[in-house]
């Protein structure tokens, strides 16, 4: 079984601190994914990478960064944090880099829930 | 544009078939897919019908497709209170090998 792991559940920051959310997964995966989900928003794609040290801009990626410096590990990073980032932010993984279309379904981890005071 | 849409609520009762239903507007979709996310989880991968077929069955779980219509659907059979959650429809548009488009999600309630 694929597994993506997330590796806080819940955390609570301060406005204005950098914020890591960190994303680990098993299964030699070529994309990895950020999304921010929200009550009556669903799920929005902040950042992709197809490959190591490559990354994409999604629907949403300001105020945010992302390191992805080994295959398996996706960082997203809040510069600065502000209280509209308060959210429950989802990294997902699938099989196949930027140009394939032989589409692969995506793989959810657990989600963090992120409380920012 | 893309976009996915889904009735916000179903309630079925236990033992019933629950039908979830969801359209889309990219004609040009590959693969289509349910999703399923119980309370304070992340999105577990249900099921996915590639756009060539017409229907996919996986135990109790059958994915209908009609394209001429844009319209996908999940069965789920003898539905039990385990079912409770909320279910997502997703697409993948043509142009597009790794974006997953989302539809707002249907709750289901399964009543004892």
């Known amino acids: 079984d694929v597994k993506v792991t997330q590796s806080s559940r819940y955390l609570v920051k301060r406005t204005g601190e950098k914020v890591f959310l960190e994303c680990v997964q098993d299964m030699d995966h070529e994309n990895m994914f950020w999304y921010r989900q929200d009550p009556g928003l669903g799920l929005r794609l902040i950042y992709f990478?197809?490959?190591?040290?490559?990354?994409e801009k999604g629907d949403i990626p300001e105020g945010y960064s992302v390191s992805r410096e080994k295959k398996e590990r996706f960082s997203l990073i809040l510069e600065s944090a502000s209280t509209n980032q308060t959210s429950m932010y989802l990294c997902a993984s699938s099989f196949g880099g930027r140009d394939t279309y032989s589409n692969q379904p995506q793989h959810f981890g657990d989600g963090t829930r992120l409380s920012i005071l | 544009g893309e976009d996915v849409e889904q009735s916000l609520f179903l309630s079925v009762r236990e033992g019933d078939s629950s039908v979830i239903n969801c359209t889309y507007t990219?004609?040009?979709?590959?693969?289509l897919y349910w999703y399923k996310q119980e309370p304070g989880a992340g999105l577990q991968l249900l099921t996915y019908i590639f756009s060539n077929m017409d229907m996919k069955q996986d135990q109790r779980l059958t994915v209908l497709l009609n394209k001429k219509d844009k319209h996908l659907s999940l069965r789920i059979a003898d539905t039990q209170t385990g079912d409770s959650a909320i279910y997502f429809c997703?697409?993948?548009?043509?142009?597009?090998?790794?974006?997953?488009?989302f539809g707002s999600g249907t709750r289901l309630l399964v009543r004892p």
């Open positions: 997703a697409e993948t548009p043509m142009d597009s090998s790794y974006k997953l488009i």
């Open positions: 990219d004609s040009s979709s590959t693969y």
């Open positions: 990478s197809y490959d190591v040290k490559m990354k």
